[in-house]
């Protein structure tokens, strides 16, 4: 066998095997576009033709209010903490909320610049180990002084409420949990990433990803009856679901073990029998902008495979472990839709390998060597398949961008699908090796910005 014929072998089997992998998640992406769409429009007949749109303005509009409290874990944030805080406190309205904002005792930094900040409403709270432990364990100290708290003061809290220490709140968040949470023991809001027009490529991608795992997949999976993850910031928790879930775990609530706690927290209470969901409010209707959290992600490389390795392992291989395969067939369906990011960075390695040594191949064909066999039947009919699913994807990536970012960015989502797959790749082979080590045993975090409040809107 000549090398040629060898490389065409291998081109020709990587392909197949990306193609049947390619062809199986883009109908399975299909059945979540074809839900959402029909819902949509079976919605538009029948409950908008009797009852007007909500909006957060009316939504939030109650005069009952109860003490809201907000969980804010902070390692190393000295840089963003203050200028957070002061926003939250400006941007709040809402008349009783405190911020309970954990930090270590071998941090100085962070520390100094909480107490920075001086105002009642804000509470340091010193986790008595030398970090970074894990957000978890971060958050459930937390938890346990607002107990504590709670005993000393007389008063309990009606709802906790998870941000980070780069968030960007939206003025009616607590307003509209304040309601909400009478409704659902758990109720996450859209995650919108700010652009950065210094990462256009590794930053904007996180704003196509969400914008789409936002704008249509969260409402998907609450239709089908199936527990909304929480994204760890803009998402509240009845005071008393929270209890329960703390009551079942020695009093630790949050998965102290675990890289992707708020993702979980969300599973275990749906499975606890709480009612959990995703919550799409315009601030008005007819206006474009929605209650939601936004702040920057990561800008660069090395930064975006570290978060996207520490998803990627906590979701897909640890998740696996310590969530198993509960539920009915929506939570299942999405419980594998979860999980499939290690096997879709491989067939994407495949892909792109294959590719390349065709690549080649026809390099050389130009250069006077034999023209390479041709793909079998199945495999070209495969991959024209896979073509015009790729394009619907494409559509798909550029509608959702367009209607939270505009057009321009919608167009350059595409481009960018390429420096999401190359994160991808990336992410699944450290988080794999991280996994086959035992896992992360700390807080694997980024460095963090916090957003000009000039540059947003509202």
Not at 156 to 178: M, N
Not at 320 to 339: A, C, H, M, T
Not at 404 to 423: K, M, T
Request: proline share 6%; glycine share 10%; aromatic share 8%.
């Amino acid at each position: 066998m000549t090398l040629q014929q060898l490389l065409a072998d291998g081109a020709a089997e990587l392909a197949l095997f990306a193609a049947l992998g390619f062809l199986f998640f883009s109908l399975d992406d299909l059945a979540v576009d074809l839900i959402y769409f029909v819902r949509r429009g079976w919605r538009a007949l029948t409950v908008y033709r009797h009852h007007p749109r909500a909006d957060a303005t009316a939504l939030a509009g109650g005069t009952e209010c109860g003490w809201l409290v907000v969980l804010i874990p902070a390692w190393d944030e000295a840089a963003v903490i203050g200028a957070m805080l002061r926003s939250t406190l400006a941007r709040f309205d809402h008349p009783d909320f405190t911020l309970l904002v954990g930090h270590y005792r071998n941090d100085p930094a962070t520390r100094l610049a909480i107490a920075a900040v001086e105002d009642p409403r804000v509470i340091a709270v010193e986790v008595p180990a030398n970090g970074p432990t894990t957000k978890a364990d971060c958050l459930n100290h937390l938890y346990a002084f607002l107990v504590r708290h709670e005993a000393a003061s007389g008063r309990r809290a009606k709802a906790l409420i998870l941000h980070d220490a780069e968030d960007l709140v939206h003025p009616l968040e607590l307003r509209l949990f304040d309601r909400l949470v009478e409704r659902a023991g758990v109720v996450q809001l859209p995650v919108v990433p700010l652009p950065d027009r210094a990462s256009p490529w590794i930053g904007g991608h996180y704003c196509d990803e969400f914008a789409e795992s936002h704008g249509k997949e969260l409402v998907v999976r609450e239709a089908v009856g199936a527990s909304i993850p929480l994204a760890g910031v803009g998402c509240a928790i009845h005071r008393e679901a929270i209890a329960r879930l703390a009551s079942a775990h020695d009093g630790r609530p949050f998965a102290g073990g675990s890289m992707t706690e708020d993702y979980e927290m969300g599973l275990r209470l749906g499975a606890l029998g709480e009612r959990t969901v995703f919550v799409r409010l315009p601030d008005r209707v007819g206006e474009p902008g929605v209650v939601c959290s936004r702040g920057h992600f990561p800008a660069t490389l090395g930064a975006a495979v570290r978060q996207k390795a520490r998803w990627l392992g906590g979701i897909a291989f640890a998740g696996w472990d310590r969530l198993g395969w509960r539920g009915g067939l929506g939570e299942r369906w999405f419980r594998l839709r979860d999980r499939r990011g290690p096997l879709a960075a491989l067939l994407l390695l495949s892909g792109y390998l294959a590719a390349l040594l065709w690549g080649q191949l026809w390099l050389a064909a130009q250069l006077g060597a034999p023209l390479p066999p041709q793909p079998t039947p199945l495999l070209a009919g495969l991959l024209q398949i896979n073509f015009v699913l790729l394009l619907w994807r494409t559509l798909m990536r550029i509608a959702f961008t367009s209607a939270v970012y505009g057009a321009g960015e919608g167009l350059a989502s595409v481009p960018r699908i390429l420096a999401g797959n190359l994160i991808a790749i990336l992410a699944a082979g450290r988080a794999l090796f991280q996994h086959a080590g035992g896992g992360p045993r700390q807080w694997d975090k980024t460095a963090h910005v916090f957003p000009a409040i000039e540059m947003v809107r509202r």
